[in-house]
């Protein structure tokens, strides 16, 4: 089974299924889209902020290290001619740590897998193209 289906429901919209999961991505007005839901940048920054989250409290939990709070806010900026996309993350922990819990930390924040699978220079992506009365012909 895919990890992620995308269908379309109307314009731009599309119900994205995970699992049992569904959520909505679409475009905002300005791109012709009717905001019924977050855009495919703005998923893939959610991504990267909650895979970051859970992997420095894994990380914390393993060493016993209590963070309070957690947010992971990302701001992704689209690639132009001159400079290759980009995402800020901000982390804010509720909890004091010490300067080398932090620096651990942070170094483990770059290791989730999402923050890794964007910045591998070897990603490899597999296109294919089906009509669906082909696919219902395989059935």
């Known amino acids: 089974m895919p990890s992620a289906v995308a269908r379309r429901r109307q314009g731009y919209?599309?119900?994205?299924?995970?699992?049992?999961?569904?959520?909505?991505?679409d475009e905002p007005p300005e791109k012709g889209g009717g905001d019924q839901g977050p855009k495919p940048t703005e998923l893939l920054a959610a991504a990267l902020a909650s895979c970051t989250a859970i992997t420095?409290?894994?990380?914390a939990d393993r060493k016993e290290w209590g963070l309070g709070t957690v947010e992971v806010a990302a701001d992704f900026t689209e690639a132009t001619a001159d400079d290759p996309p980009k995402f800020d993350l901000r982390i804010t922990l509720g909890a004091a740590l010490s300067e080398d819990n932090r620096d651990r930390l942070l170094t483990i924040a770059g290791r989730c897998p999402v923050h890794r699978a964007l910045q591998a220079q070897d990603v490899v992506i597999h296109d294919s193209l089906a009509f669906a009365e082909d696919v219902e012909d395989e059935d």
């Open 13 to 25: 919209e599309h119900e994205i299924e995970i699992r049992e999961h569904r959520l909505i991505s």
């Open 56 to 59: 420095m409290e894994m990380y």
